[in-house]
């Protein structure tokens, strides 16, 4: 059994909400009804009821519960133990991101990492293809999305804007539109592949498909 799936069932116990539990585990609310959802799955039983927006616990959840709650307080015991005792994270990690994300904002943090971390050495695989992250080919992925695949955990790290940019000669020949209604008198460039799924090129596609 997962403990990561434990301490989602632990969190939803407390909180008595999707939400916050997603707050008190720091992801987003997707991944805490994914977790759950998937639990069940593998129990094959229902934890919670939904009464009035409040998640309570069934004959199952209670029974669940107390083995739960003994298990967590195992490892928070090996937690207090380990606690002043020399143990130095070490090993390789591997992150990839797409271009403008491992070119402009990742290498700071990397640095900061390394200084404080620096038995781990940080591999970062810069592409804006997938990764199988379920055969090791990465271990983190730092994508612009709101919903990670099923079986991966996400956490918002920080929230994008999204611009319309122009060269100086495009400029020159069209001039630049005041507006969003404006976009319909120019020409944009789109995305294809994996690009195509972000939000901003997904809005592109659905508001102003005939000027891609």
């Known amino acids: 059994m997962d403990w990561n799936a434990l301490k989602v069932f632990l ?6 909400s999707l939400s916050g539990a997603a707050a008190d585990l720091g992801v987003n609310h997707s991944t805490i009804f994914r977790r759950l959802n998937s639990f069940e799955k593998d129990i094959a039983g229902q934890l919670f009821q ?3 927006n409040h998640y309570e616990l069934t ?11 003994n298990i967590e307080n195992s490892f928070d015991g090996i937690n207090r133990h380990l606690v002043g005792k020399e143990v130095q994270p070490k090993g390789v990690v591997k992150i990839t991101a797409p271009n403008n994300i491992a070119y402009r904002y990742l290498p700071r943090f990397i ?15 810069v592409s804006n293809q ?3 992250m379920s055969n ?3 271990d983190i992925a730092v994508r612009s999305t709101s919903s990670p695949q099923e079986h991966l955990v996400g956490r918002q790290v920080c929230t994008l804007h999204w611009s319309v940019f122009a060269s100086k000669a495009y400029e020159e020949k069209f001039g630049l539109p005041k507006d969003v209604d404006e976009l319909v008198n120019h020409s944009l ?8 799924r972000l939000p901003a090129f997904q809005w592109l596609d659905k508001h102003l498909a ?3």
């Open 130 to 132: 997938e990764f199988n």
């Open 59 to 69: 004959k199952l959840g209670h029974e669940l519960l107390e083995f739960a709650q």
């Open 11 to 16: 969190a939803i116990v407390r909180h008595g």
């Open 111 to 125: 640095t900061d990492f390394n200084v404080q971390y620096p038995d781990i050495r940080i591999e970062l695989l």
């Open 210 to 212: 005939p000027m891609l």
């Open 189 to 196: 460039i789109g995305a294809t592949g994996a690009m195509a």
């Open 50 to 52: 939904r009464k009035n």
């Open 136 to 138: 090791r080919q990465a």
